[in-house]
């Protein structure tokens, strides 16, 4: 993404649903309150130190998904890219998705929109960013007609409900 990596200090937290299991067959969650003002973040991003490095934190929950891991941080690059280089006086974080798209990496992102998990005991979903399926499905759409590219290659890596949102832009 153009930075200079020498310049911003990576490091990680933990703010992650915690699961507790007595082993009894049922399991229960906690997670952050929706009343105390925190929400839930894949990632931060603090302007520069005293050092003149920028702070970005990753929660560690991403270290176990290479996809998301990479959206992420790529997400938390793209507000260096925007808020750090003074592109932009304010933060808005769906310009700060997009931002992955144009350098390359918006498949990470888009994929990391909505994942579903399911084991033989249960079923749910997460997801990262700001933007939706649809709505990202349309931006790679965009980006591929940038690029002049009709039926890219790239496509064959997308989930499929992306891939599904991405066809249908292509179309308009």
Same mark, same amino acid.
């Given at each position: 993404m153009e930075l200079e990596i020498s310049e911003i200090n990576l490091d990680t937290y933990e703010q992650s649903l915690q699961e507790f299991n007595g082993g009894f067959?049922?399991?229960i969650w906690t997670e952050v309150d =929706?009343?105390?003002g925190e929400e839930m973040a894949a990632g931060l991003y603090f302007? =520069?130190?005293?050092?003149g490095k920028y702070e970005?934190?990753?929660e560690k929950r991403n270290l176990n998904d290479p996809e998301n891991l990479v959206a992420t941080v790529a997400h938390e690059f793209a507000h260096i890219k925007l808020l750090g280089e003074k592109r932009l006086d304010f933060n808005d974080e769906e310009l700060t998705d997009l931002t992955p798209v144009v350098f390359g990496l918006g498949i990470f992102n888009a994929n990391s929109s909505f994942k579903e998990h399911k084991t033989y005991d249960g079923y749910g979903h997460n997801s990262i960013g700001y933007l939706k399926q649809k709505e990202w499905g349309y931006a790679l759409a965009l980006y591929a007609y940038f690029r002049e590219e009709e039926n890219p290659d790239w496509i064959k890596y997308l989930t499929p409900n992306i891939k599904s949102d991405f066809k249908?832009?292509?179309i308009i």
């Amino acid at each position: 993404m153009e930075l200079e990596i020498s310049e911003i200090n990576l490091d990680t937290y933990e703010q992650s649903l915690q699961e507790f299991n007595g082993g009894f067959g049922h399991r229960i969650w906690t997670e952050v309150d =929706k009343g105390s003002g925190e929400e839930m973040a894949a990632g931060l991003y603090f302007d =520069k130190n005293e050092q003149g490095k920028y702070e970005i934190f990753i929660e560690k929950r991403n270290l176990n998904d290479p996809e998301n891991l990479v959206a992420t941080v790529a997400h938390e690059f793209a507000h260096i890219k925007l808020l750090g280089e003074k592109r932009l006086d304010f933060n808005d974080e769906e310009l700060t998705d997009l931002t992955p798209v144009v350098f390359g990496l918006g498949i990470f992102n888009a994929n990391s929109s909505f994942k579903e998990h399911k084991t033989y005991d249960g079923y749910g979903h997460n997801s990262i960013g700001y933007l939706k399926q649809k709505e990202w499905g349309y931006a790679l759409a965009l980006y591929a007609y940038f690029r002049e590219e009709e039926n890219p290659d790239w496509i064959k890596y997308l989930t499929p409900n992306i891939k599904s949102d991405f066809k249908k832009a292509l179309i308009i």
